[in-house]
């Protein structure tokens, strides 16, 4: 099992940038191909980024990239979303989440283990 806990979020005006952190601890964090989720009250789970056990595969939702970048630091059980040029739009909780493969996936039903969410709220 792994427990994830997320931080970084608050409130940002539109264009700025914030830097979300997810820290994990329990199993073996490198263990795991790790992702990020957003969601707004009342909407679905919106798949944000993903990223592969050794961090050298990543992919994004739709109109995210070259805005957003997932990484992480495996020897310091971290993970990390940088979002920049933020939107309005963008306001959400955001989720780290993990399961037990290699690579990582947009589906929020493939991953087992979820943190608590951060709340983003991006002003106009």
């Known amino acids: 099992q792994v427990q994830l806990v997320e931080s970084g979020g608050g409130l940002v005006q539109a264009g700025g940038s914030l830097r979300l952190f997810c820290a994990a601890s329990g199993r073996t964090f490198s263990m795991y191909a790790m992702g990020w989720f957003r969601q707004v009250s009342g909407k679905r789970r919106e798949f944000v980024a993903a990223?592969?056990?050794?961090?050298?595969?990543?992919f994004y939702g739709d109109s995210l990239k070259g805005r957003f970048t997932i990484s992480r630091d495996n020897a310091k059980n971290t993970l990390f979303l940088q979002m920049n040029s933020l939107k309005p739009e963008a306001t959400a909780v955001y989720y780290c989440?993990?399961?037990?493969?290699?690579?990582?996936?947009?589906?929020?039903?493939?991953?087992?283990?979820w943190g608590q969410g951060t709340q983003v709220t991006v002003s106009s």
């Open positions: 990223i592969s056990r050794s961090g050298s595969n990543t």
């Open positions: 989440a993990a399961r037990g493969s290699i690579l990582g996936s947009s589906e929020a039903g493939l991953y087992k283990y």
